[in-house]
C-alpha cells in the first residue's frame, strides 16, 4: 500500500523521521525546529504594508524581521497547510460534511460555532505560544532535544492540561 494514501502512519516510524529532520535543521540550519516565528513575520510584514508607520511603533515586532527572501521556515508553515490538505485528498480521511459526534452532545450542531470557538482557540494558542517563546513544536520538539527547562515546563503543562480536558470532556454521564 502507498504510505501517501494511508490514514494513519507509525508513530514510531513518524518519530524517527521527525528527530532526523530535527538534527537535520540544528546541523543545516542552526535553528530549531518551529512555525510560530512566521506568523509573527507574516503579522509584521502585513502591517508594514498596510501601516508603516504603526509597525515601527510596536515594540514587539523590535525583534523580527521581515526575510527578504522565502525561507524554509516559511516553506514549513506553507507545508503544514498544504500537507494536510493532500494527506485528506489522498487518504479519502476527510470528512467535511459531520461535526463529531462529541461536539454536538456538548455544544449542540451549529457549524459556525464550532468554527468560531476553533478560530478563537488558535488566536489563544498563538498568542500563548509567543508568550511563551515558541510553539508546540519550537518548545516540546526542539526545546525538550535542547533539555530546556522552559520547554520541559511547557511539555508537561501540556499534558496535564490534556489530561484534565480529556476528564471533563468524557466524562460519563455527559
Known sequence: MNPLCMTRWSPYIVGTLLGMLIWFTFGVAHKALGVSTNFSQAILWAEKAIVPEHAKEVPYFADYKIPTAIGWEAAIFVGLILGAFVSAQLSGDRDAEQLPELWVRRFGPSRWKAYGLAFLGGAILMYGARLAGGCTSGHGISG???????????????????????????????
Open 144 to 174: 525538550t532535544l535542547q533539555l530546556a527547562v522552559s520547554s520541559w515546563a511547557f511539555f508537561l503543562s501540556l499534558f496535564a492540561s490534556g489530561v484534565a480536558s480529556a476528564f471533563i470532556l468524557f466524562r460519563k454521564g455527559a
